[in-house]
């Protein structure tokens, strides 16, 4: 068979290296670049395979997210822009682990195919794109002539984001329902939208500029679309844009989140607001110098406010408040003060998950509105049908009054700056800068909203970390037995004290999360839970 033949020579031209494990985990497979070649052959396979099965376009993204340069990894995108299925990791995981034997991996295949119930010459829709890495394009071709073997056609868009790529798909497969598939479209989608949302309102601050501290990544490039299209409206100043510095080294959003401080690169003086975005920008946090020189920084939790401020306010004017379900979703290491907020001020049902986008996003789908991002600045919205349309009819609808029509409208526009498949970047910087300037907030206005409570993380290796066990959304441990019930006690000396532990699904140790009342008794109470997990 000439198929067979072909992947042969493929896998021979990229050989698999010898004694390596690799496995499809939340971020897909993700290594060092140089021994991901082969592993690029088997995504091209699965990505023509799960196509036919749809009969819908699949997405294949090349990134390794805020890693170093060096790293590179590859995920599959299904039909809707969502992360794929959970069920289809296990046939990732037995790709990888088949060893370079075309016949042993052909069986597989033609079983596969069987259970399956699918052809080798069904037809299948590849859209490839990738991030700025050097090792990417090679990684894209491979993948690409694996999945043509398959009998797929190929799109392949080259530089795109991540979240961009999410957006393609869902728009090919909806045959232009949720926007044009073109990198065009999602420009035009979401700057339209900003623009109305912001010229349909009355006395509007209007945007200062924002220093953009794009993580010598592909959003640098991208950033630079958003300026051309909304002269006058909006005005991005684009640092760490690839020319001088590494890719996320000492800069991007993962870099601020987890040392608390400035990136490099960009002057911190010189603006009253910055944000930073990832290798791929999926992710965002804000930050600023306040009146004290202090570094202030705004991450997930902070945008999770700010969104359902605004759409609660807005349903509120529309007088669709009572009609509408409303739920943010979070994780564990969600400050606080930030869910008291939500529920106690805000008047919105917080549900509290497992860590992992796939956890937010499943959930998110529970409610006509669900909101979510972790702490790590990924997050977005979700809009069911319904509320869309019962948004759509009441800005429609004659009988309401102007201001009731106005903050429909208002909220349409919203809608589509935001972009539901995954967490964006920009269209989270969008959606932040549109909300500020709609309410007229500062940056200073939006992090006084609530304040923080101090929080500690630590990171704390062990023999085996598969020994903790938790339950509750991570929040309370089962396994050893007593751990909990002597965090329990820990937590109880302290003020406003909380504390949970839980194995890293990412790293080989256990993650240690502390909050209270000051910054002292944080660090205290996690130290003190380090110790007992030691
Ligand atoms: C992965 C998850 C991220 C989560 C992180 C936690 C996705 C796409 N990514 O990167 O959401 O915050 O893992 O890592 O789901 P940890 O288990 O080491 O704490
Ligand atoms: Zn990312």
């Given at each position: 068979?000439?198929?067979?033949?072909?992947?042969?020579?493929?896998?021979?031209?990229?050989?698999?290296?010898?004694?390596?494990?690799?496995?499809?985990?939340?971020?897909?497979?993700?290594?060092?670049?140089?021994?991901?070649?082969?592993?690029?052959?088997?995504?091209?396979?699965?990505?023509?395979?799960?196509?036919?099965?749809?009969?819908?376009?699949?997405?294949?993204?090349?990134?390794?997210?805020?890693?170093?340069?060096?790293?590179?990894?590859?995920?599959?995108?299904?039909?809707?822009?969502?992360?794929?299925?959970?069920?289809?990791?296990?046939?990732?995981?037995?790709?990888?682990?088949?060893?370079?034997?075309?016949?042993?991996?052909?069986?597989?295949?033609?079983?596969?195919?069987?259970?399956?119930?699918?052809?080798?010459?069904?037809?299948?829709?590849?859209?490839?794109?990738?991030?700025?890495?050097?090792?990417?394009?090679?990684?894209?071709?491979?993948?690409?002539?694996?999945?043509?073997?398959?009998?797929?056609?190929?799109?392949?868009?080259?530089?795109?984001?991540?979240?961009?790529?999410?957006?393609?798909?869902?728009?090919?497969?909806?045959?232009?329902?949720?926007?044009?598939?073109?990198?065009?479209?999602?420009?035009?989608?979401?700057?339209?939208?900003?623009?109305?949302?912001?010229?349909?309102?009355?006395?509007?601050?209007?945007?200062?500029?924002?220093?953009?501290?794009?993580?010598?990544?592909?959003?640098?490039?991208?950033?630079?679309?958003?300026?051309?299209?909304?002269?006058?409206?909006?005005?991005?100043?684009?640092?760490?844009?690839?020319?001088?510095?590494?890719?996320?080294?000492?800069?991007?959003?993962?870099?601020?989140?987890?040392?608390?401080?400035?990136?490099?690169?960009?002057?911190?003086?010189?603006?009253?607001?910055?944000?930073?975005?990832?290798?791929?920008?999926?992710?965002?946090?804000?930050?600023?110098?306040?009146?004290?020189?202090?570094?202030r920084?705004l991450?997930?939790?902070r945008?999770?406010?700010?969104?359902?401020?605004?759409?609660?306010?807005?349903?509120?004017?529309?007088?669709?408040?009572?009609?509408?379900?409303?739920?943010?979703?979070?994780?564990?290491?969600?400050?606080?003060?930030?869910?008291?907020?939500?529920?106690?001020?805000?008047?919105?049902?917080?549900?509290?998950?497992?860590?992992?986008?796939?956890?937010?996003?499943?959930?998110?789908?529970?409610?006509?509105?669900?909101?979510?991002?972790?702490?790590?600045?990924?997050?977005?919205?979700?809009?069911?049908?319904?509320?869309?349309?019962?948004?759509?009819?009441?800005?429609?609808?004659?009988?309401?009054?102007?201001?009731?029509?106005?903050?429909?409208?208002?909220?349409?526009?919203?809608?589509?700056?935001?972009?539901?498949?995954?967490?964006?970047?920009?269209?989270?910087?969008?959606?932040?800068?549109?909300?500020?300037?709609?309410?007229?907030?500062?940056i200073e206005g939006w992090l006084n909203l609530?304040?923080?409570?101090?929080?500690?993380?630590?990171?704390?290796?062990?023999?085996?970390?598969?020994?903790?066990?938790?339950?509750?959304?991570?929040?309370?441990?089962?396994?050893?037995?007593?751990?909990?019930?002597?965090?329990?006690?820990?937590?109880?000396?302290?003020?406003?004290?909380?504390?949970?532990?839980?194995?890293?699904?990412?790293?080989?140790?256990?993650?240690?999360?502390?909050?209270?009342?000051?910054?002292?008794?944080?660090?205290?109470?996690?130290?003190?839970?380090?110790?007992?997990?030691?």
């Open positions: 068979e000439a198929a067979k033949e072909k992947l042969a020579a493929l896998m021979r031209e990229h050989p698999k290296p010898t004694g390596i494990i690799l496995g499809y985990g939340t971020a897909g497979f993700r290594s060092r670049s140089d021994i991901l070649p082969w592993i690029m052959i088997r995504i091209g396979i699965l990505a023509a395979l799960r196509s036919k099965v749809k009969q819908a376009c699949i997405g294949t993204m090349i990134t390794a997210s805020h890693n170093p340069e060096h790293d590179n990894g590859v995920k599959l995108i299904d039909p809707h822009g969502e992360m794929l299925d959970q069920s289809w990791e296990v046939f990732a995981n037995n790709l990888s682990s088949l060893d370079d034997d075309v016949n042993k991996l052909w069986k597989y295949l033609e079983t596969l195919m069987a259970q399956l119930n699918v052809q080798l010459h069904d037809n299948a829709m590849i859209a490839i794109a990738y991030d700025t890495r050097q090792s990417s394009p090679l990684l894209a071709s491979i993948v690409q002539r694996a999945a043509e073997i398959f009998y797929a056609n190929v799109m392949n868009f080259e530089l795109l984001t991540t979240p961009q790529l999410h957006y393609a798909v869902r728009c090919y497969n909806d045959d232009g329902l949720y926007g044009h598939y073109t990198e065009a479209g999602y420009f035009t989608k979401l700057c339209t939208a900003f623009q109305n949302l912001i010229e349909m309102t009355p006395n509007t601050k209007p945007c200062e500029t924002l220093a953009v501290d794009a993580a010598n990544g592909i959003g640098a490039h991208k950033l630079t679309y958003v300026n051309q299209q909304l002269p006058g409206l909006l005005h991005l100043e684009i640092f760490n844009d690839g020319t001088r510095g590494h890719l996320n080294e000492k800069c991007g959003a993962d870099y601020v989140k987890l040392y608390q401080k400035a990136p490099e690169g960009l002057p911190l003086t010189n603006y009253s607001k910055y944000c930073s975005i990832d290798g791929d920008a999926d992710r965002l946090v804000y930050f600023f110098m306040d009146q004290n020189h202090q570094f920084m991450d997930g939790d945008f999770s406010v700010l969104f359902v401020a605004f759409i609660a306010k807005k349903l509120q004017e529309a007088k669709l408040l009572d009609q509408v379900q409303i739920g943010v979703i979070q994780t564990a290491y969600a400050n606080g003060s930030s869910t008291d907020y939500i529920i106690n001020i805000l008047k919105v049902p917080v549900a509290c998950v497992p860590t992992g986008v796939k956890h937010l996003h499943h959930k998110a789908l529970d409610y006509d509105i669900g909101i979510y991002f972790e702490a790590n600045g990924h997050g977005t919205i979700l809009f069911s049908d319904n509320v869309k349309n019962k948004i759509k009819a009441a800005a429609e609808d004659a009988n309401r009054t102007e201001a009731e029509r106005l903050a429909a409208n208002q909220l349409r526009a919203f809608i589509d700056i935001i972009n539901e498949t995954v967490g964006d970047a920009i269209a989270d910087l969008l959606a932040t800068e549109a909300i500020l300037s709609v309410l007229n907030l500062s609530y304040t923080d409570l101090p929080q500690r993380q630590l990171k704390v290796p062990v023999k085996d970390r598969t020994m903790i066990q938790t339950t509750d959304a991570e929040r309370r441990c089962v396994a050893p037995v007593h751990l909990q019930d002597c965090i329990d006690e820990l937590v109880s000396k302290y003020p406003s004290g909380r504390s949970f532990v839980r194995p890293s699904g990412t790293e080989d140790i256990v993650r240690v999360y502390a909050e209270a009342a000051t910054q002292e008794q944080a660090d205290q109470l996690a130290d003190a839970v380090r110790k007992i997990v030691e």
